[in-house]
């Protein structure tokens, strides 16, 4: 009779038992589940999220037919577009007039934006830009704001913007819709937000009917660098030919957006941050199985005496983690498919990017599936294989291998070496160290954690650092420019006698130039600046040769960037370079700098006197670096305006030093919000490992708990033991953390420096992490133990007492 049942039951024993364990401790399965999921989930978060960006990004990009060469230059007629048109590989040519002008709403500060007038909204072929909200044709007296990544207004669709022109008048402007143009999201600290206008507009706001801009697309797909280089060559010979001066030239491929380099940094990271956290899911689940197999022994003995052989004990507990790995890709894949999607879609709105529209990508999908079986099984084997080998007698005497150990070591926390100690701490330090593989698994996934959100602090510290370090080169604590030279004495002896809060003012100069080779052939560009000779505002450390000094005619202190170019590259040599209205010479390199790469070209010194010759501004400059020792520049800046505008300056733009780090700092907040996410699934996973350890630490100590209620320990004396314990292994990963940051920390900005800046960032500590963290390590101790410290509370002594 008990074998026809037996043959009529749908499941054997052994596979009863297995759905039998999985509901039986739904704790258990829940933390087990969870553990794997974390990883899984940031796994395929960050897969859709690059495979759905490298594919739509670029053809958001090329959708809008950017331009390859783009040149800013002397106002120009009808005449050079036509001429530029039967340059050989020029595909289409459009002409605009681009004018920065100071714009702000009411109550607000100035800002410099780039009008661009347009002939015909409808006719715009290169260079397009989509529609975020209003209109895209704008009438008279409106304005389109463009809206990206790096350069962004504020406006808001129906502000009215005043803008102060040229020639020192003011006007006012409607904004009638905002627009991502996508052209304009380069990382270039010279680069201002775009507002668009028809030309009509501009000419009625007396700017002309010229144009100083030519967008210049290249024949075929765009991705030829060779010919768009001997396109720019050629165009930039054109327009010399018609004396005009190219301010800038820019080269762009068609399917490359300008942040895809930053974009891949980011995501990287994100990627190598997932793996890290499928790493400490597997410790997690090492230490469930452990806890697993140590409650069930008496079980593997019993199937051993009936007759189970190791092998089927062996399946059968990998058929289990199979089971938990089934639960997790239910769970898992459908939210990392959309969290994916989401991140895609903010980065490519940050980017001023469409995406192609929602969807699954099988490749992420095929990864996080074989994620959560593999790395289970993987990290399960182990502990399973020895459990299922263990013999009878074994089984049955509550032999424990992590036990084990010397008298020495078991009494290292008893109460008689440790009087002084609280007699619950002294317990708490003492359950602590009782199982110390355990220990070191829980305390590993916690740890790494840790240093994973400390490492976010220091690296936006170390980005902040950079910034600082690079706006140092072309910002003082306000820098002023008028849209038209003025004798530079003049003006600093005007300002620091007139505005007494001005501690220094400085004239300083500006120049670009080509760098030719031995053949005679543009290999690239360099922007000059010119700080007077006894310059107060600027200090350089010279890795190589020396500073600039009194007298130096063409001589150059240059930036190491240009080891791109040059790397052999030694003060005392020169290069050749070609400055604008003037013929190519050598210049003297006389030191060279540490610098980012983050402005595409190397920059450089020369004296004052000799720049502002060669370009035809004798004695005189457009840009004034002022300090404001002990005042906020912001609260100077309104003095300074009105007192020039007083006295008849034409003033284009006055900015805080201050104002321009935040704006550069908004975007790398945008980057360490991304790699919080991470930081905080990491430490989602150390509080679930903490949170299973709590939970096997005290069912272990389930006959101790009964001792302690005997003779008389109240719910709230246990459950402080328990919180007070868990408290204990996070502060001991605290203190780990502080020190392995340091070289997560290094990771991280090595990877985005190379891949932003393009050379290596210095790292800078920030303390505040190691604040954050030790709070945030507390909260998640006392969180990760309520529950096993409330289940511990309520056992009775009769459920204590009974428990095997």
């Given at each position: 009779?008990?074998?026809?049942?037996?043959?009529?039951?749908?499941?054997?024993?052994?596979?009863?038992?297995?759905?039998?364990?999985?509901?039986?401790?739904?704790?258990?399965?829940?933390?087990?589940?969870a553990s794997i999921a974390v990883g899984v989930f940031a796994i395929g978060?960050?897969?859709?999220?690059?495979?759905?960006?490298?594919?739509?990004?670029?053809?958001?990009?090329?959708?809008?037919?950017?331009?390859?060469?783009?040149?800013?230059?002397?106002?120009?007629?009808?005449?050079?577009?036509?001429?530029?048109?039967?340059?050989?590989?020029?595909?289409?040519?459009?002409?605009?007039?681009?004018?920065?002008?100071?714009?702000?709403?009411?109550?607000?500060?100035?800002?410099?934006?780039?009008?661009?007038?347009?002939?015909?909204?409808?006719?715009?072929?290169?260079?397009?830009?989509?529609?975020?909200?209003?209109?895209?044709?704008?009438?008279?007296?409106?304005?389109?704001?463009?809206?990206?990544?790096?350069?962004?207004?504020?406006?808001?669709?129906?502000?009215?913007?005043?803008?102060?022109?040229?020639?020192?008048?003011?006007?006012?402007?409607?904004?009638?819709?905002?627009?991502?143009?996508?052209?304009?999201?380069?990382?270039?600290?010279?680069?201002?937000?775009?507002?668009?206008?028809?030309?009509?507009?501009?000419?009625?706001?007396?700017?002309?009917?010229?144009?100083?801009?030519?967008?210049?697309?290249?024949?075929?797909?765009?991705?030829?660098?060779?010919?768009?280089?001997r396109v720019a060559e050629d165009v930039e010979d054109r327009i010399e030919?018609?004396?005009?001066?190219?301010?800038?030239?820019?080269?762009?491929?068609?399917?490359?957006?300008?942040?895809?380099?930053?974009?891949?940094?980011?995501?990287?990271?994100?990627?190598?941050?997932?793996?890290?956290?499928?790493?400490?899911?597997?410790?997690?689940?090492?230490?469930?199985?452990?806890?697993?197999?140590?409650?069930?022994?008496?079980?593997?003995?019993?199937?051993?005496?009936?007759?189970?052989?190791?092998?089927?004990?062996?399946?059968?507990?990998?058929?289990?983690?199979?089971?938990?790995?089934?639960?997790?890709?239910?769970?898992?894949?459908?939210?990392?498919?959309?969290?994916?999607?989401?991140?895609?879609?903010?980065?490519?709105?940050?980017?001023?990017?469409?995406?192609?529209?929602?969807?699954?990508?099988?490749?992420?999908?095929?990864?996080?599936?074989?994620?959560?079986?593999?790395?289970?099984?993987?990290?399960?084997?182990?502990?399973?294989?020895?459990?299922?080998?263990?013999?009878?007698?074994?089984?049955?005497?509550?032999?424990?291998?992590?036990?084990?150990?010397?008298?020495?070591?078991?009494?290292?926390?008893?109460?008689?070496?440790?009087?002084?100690?609280?007699?619950?701490?002294?317990?708490?330090?003492?359950?602590?160290?009782?199982?110390?593989?355990?220990?070191?698994?829980?305390?590993?996934?916690?740890?790494?954690?840790?240093?994973?959100?400390?490492?976010?602090?220091?690296?936006?510290?170390?980005?902040?650092?950079?910034?600082?370090?690079?706006?140092?080169?072309?910002?003082?604590?306000?820098?002023?420019?008028?849209?038209?030279?003025?004798?530079?004495?003049?003006?600093?002896?005007?300002?620091?006698?007139?505005?007494?809060?001005?501690?220094?003012?400085?004239?300083?100069?500006?120049?670009?130039?080509?760098?030719?080779?031995?053949?005679?052939?543009?290999?690239?560009?360099?922007?000059?600046?010119?700080?007077?000779?006894?310059?107060?505002?600027?200090?350089?450390?010279?890795?190589?040769?020396?500073?600039?000094?009194?007298?130096?005619?063409?001589?150059?202190?240059?930036?190491?960037?240009?080891?791109?170019?040059?790397?052999?590259?030694?003060?005392?040599?020169?290069?050749?370079?070609?400055?604008?209205?003037?013929?190519?010479?050598?210049?003297?390199?006389?030191?060279?700098?540490?610098?980012?790469?983050?402005?595409?070209?190397?920059?450089?010194?020369?004296?004052?006197?000799?720049?502002?010759?060669?370009?035809?501004?004798?004695?005189?400059?457009?840009?004034?670096?002022?300090?404001?020792?002990?005042?906020?520049?912001?609260?100077?800046?309104?003095?300074?305006?009105?007192?020039?505008?007083?006295?008849?300056?034409?003033?284009?733009?006055?900015?805080?030093?201050?104002?321009?780090?935040?704006?550069?700092?908004?975007?790398?907040?945008?980057?360490?919000?991304?790699?919080?996410?991470?930081?905080?699934?990491?430490?989602?996973?150390?509080?679930?490992?903490?949170?299973?350890?709590?939970?096997?630490?005290?069912?272990?100590?389930?006959?101790?708990?009964?001792?302690?209620?005997?003779?008389?320990?109240?719910?709230?004396?246990?459950?402080?033991?328990?919180?007070?314990?868990?408290?204990?292994?996070?502060?001991?990963?605290?203190?780990?953390?502080?020190?392995?940051?340091?070289?997560?920390?290094?990771?991280?900005?090595?990877?985005?420096?190379?891949?932003?800046?393009?050379?290596?960032?210095?790292?800078?500590?920030?303390?505040?992490?190691?604040?954050?963290?030790?709070?945030?390590?507390?909260?998640?101790?006392?969180?990760?133990?309520?529950?096993?410290?409330?289940?511990?509370?309520?056992?009775?002594?009769?459920?204590?007492?009974?428990?095997?």
């Amino acid at each position: 009779m008990t074998a026809k049942k037996s043959k009529n039951s749908i499941l054997s024993p052994r596979w009863r038992k297995v759905l039998a364990d999985l509901w039986a401790d739904k704790t258990r399965t829940i933390l087990v589940v969870a553990s794997i999921a974390v990883g899984v989930f940031a796994i395929g978060m960050v897969l859709t999220a690059f495979s759905i960006l490298s594919e739509d990004i670029g053809l958001s990009y090329s959708s809008g037919n950017p331009a390859n060469v783009e040149v800013l230059t002397d106002p120009f007629d009808d005449s050079l577009k036509r001429v530029i048109e039967v340059i050989p590989g020029v595909e289409d040519v459009e002409d605009r007039l681009s004018t920065a002008v100071r714009s702000r709403t009411v109550g607000r500060e100035w800002q410099t934006i780039a009008l661009v007038g347009i002939d015909d909204f409808s006719e715009i072929n290169v260079s397009q830009f989509n529609l975020i909200e209003g209109s895209v044709f704008p009438n008279a007296g409106e304005i389109l704001v463009s809206h990206s990544f790096v350069n962004s207004t504020g406006y808001e669709v129906g502000d009215l913007i005043e803008i102060e022109l040229p020639d020192g008048s003011y006007d006012y402007l409607t904004v009638a819709g905002r627009v991502s143009d996508q052209t304009n999201s380069r990382p270039d600290p010279s680069t201002n937000p775009n507002a668009f206008a028809t030309a009509a507009t501009l000419r009625e706001l007396g700017l002309g009917n010229h144009k100083n801009q030519l967008l210049i697309t290249v024949e075929g797909s765009g991705t030829d660098d060779a010919l768009i280089a001997r396109v720019a060559e050629d165009v930039e010979d054109r327009i010399e030919r018609y004396d005009l001066t190219v301010y800038k030239i820019t080269e762009s491929l068609s399917n490359k957006h300008p942040m895809y380099d930053n974009l891949i940094a980011i995501i990287g990271v994100l990627g190598a941050l997932g793996v890290l956290i499928t790493v400490l899911s597997s410790s997690l689940i090492i230490n469930m199985l452990n806890s697993l197999l140590t409650q069930q022994l008496r079980q593997i003995g019993v199937m051993k005496l009936v007759g189970g052989r190791s092998s089927q004990i062996l399946r059968m507990y990998l058929v289990l983690i199979l089971v938990y790995s089934a639960i997790t890709i239910l769970v898992a894949v459908p939210l990392g498919s959309l969290a994916g999607y989401t991140l895609a879609e903010l980065i490519a709105f940050l980017m001023g990017a469409v995406l192609q529209g929602r969807r699954l990508v099988p490749a992420a999908v095929i990864v996080q599936a074989v994620t959560a079986i593999c790395v289970p099984v993987l990290a399960g084997f182990f502990p399973i294989n020895r459990g299922a080998r263990v013999n009878v007698r074994r089984a049955f005497s509550n032999y424990r291998p992590e036990a084990s150990g010397s008298k020495r070591k078991k009494m290292l926390f008893s109460g008689g070496n440790f009087k002084w100690m609280p007699r619950p701490l002294l317990l708490s330090i003492r359950n602590t160290f009782r199982q110390k593989r355990r220990l070191v698994l829980t305390v590993f996934a916690l740890t790494i954690a840790g240093s994973v959100f400390m490492a976010v602090f220091n690296t936006r510290a170390s980005m902040e650092d950079m910034l600082a370090t690079t706006q140092l080169h072309f910002m003082g604590d306000i820098t002023l420019t008028f849209s038209r030279p003025y004798k530079a004495r003049n003006v600093e002896r005007i300002l620091a006698t007139g505005i007494p809060e001005l501690s220094a003012v400085e004239g300083w100069g500006n120049a670009y130039a080509d760098i030719w080779d031995e053949d005679d052939n543009v290999i690239g560009g360099i922007s000059i600046s010119a700080p007077p000779e006894s310059t107060k505002l600027f200090e350089l450390d010279v890795e190589e040769g020396r500073w600039l000094q009194p007298g130096d005619r063409n001589a150059l202190v240059v930036s190491d960037t240009i080891y791109d170019d040059f790397p052999d590259l030694l003060p005392g040599d020169t290069l050749n370079l070609k400055l604008a209205n003037n013929h190519a010479e050598d210049w003297e390199v006389v030191g060279i700098f540490s610098f980012v790469n983050i402005v595409g070209e190397p920059i450089a010194y020369a004296n004052f006197d000799y720049v502002v010759k060669k370009t035809g501004m004798s004695e005189m400059a457009t840009t004034f670096r002022i300090n404001t020792d002990g005042y906020q520049a912001t609260d100077v800046i309104g003095k300074i305006d009105a007192f020039l505008n007083e006295r008849g300056f034409a003033v284009a733009s006055i900015e805080s030093g201050d104002s321009a780090r935040e704006s550069a700092t908004s975007g790398i907040d945008t980057m360490i919000i991304f790699l919080l996410i991470m930081a905080v699934l990491a430490a989602l996973v150390g509080s679930i490992g903490l949170t299973g350890t709590m939970s096997i630490n005290v069912l272990e100590r389930t006959r101790e708990i009964g001792v302690m209620r005997t003779i008389g320990a109240v719910d709230m004396k246990i459950m402080f033991s328990v919180i007070l314990e868990a408290m204990v292994i996070g502060l001991i990963t605290w203190l780990l953390s502080i020190g392995l940051s340091f070289p997560i920390s290094n990771a991280l900005v090595t990877i985005i420096g190379s891949s932003i800046a393009g050379s290596a960032i210095p790292i800078v500590f920030n303390p505040m992490g190691v604040g954050v963290w030790l709070v945030v390590v507390v909260f998640l101790s006392i969180i990760a133990s309520i529950l096993p410290a409330r289940k511990a509370a309520r056992l009775t002594i009769r459920e204590v007492l009974a428990y095997e």
